[in-house]
């Protein structure tokens, strides 16, 4: 299994793109995880929408590059 993190702040259009690709792979077992740092442009509930198999962190304030990676590091 190979898993993937994503970092997500105001970049819903991209990393719904991203994402929609991602789900295409069919020849890899992944494990996607979206951190959202406080997104305010409807990030969170379009992910939910559209991927509810996408593992999904909706932080409550933008807590940065470094430690949003490492949260989703430590779901993996």
Do not use: R, W
């Amino acid at each position: 299994m190979v898993s993937i993190i994503i970092l997500s702040y105001n970049t819903c259009d991209i990393t719904l793109k991203c994402l929609s690709h991602l789900t295409k792979s069919k020849n890899v077992d992944l494990e996607i995880i979206v951190i959202d740092n406080a997104s305010t442009d409807g990030s969170v509930p379009a992910i939910a929408k559209k991927f509810p198999q996408v593992k999904l962190v909706a932080n409550k304030d933008n807590i940065g590059f470094a430690a949003g990676n490492n949260q989703g590091m430590e779901l993996a």
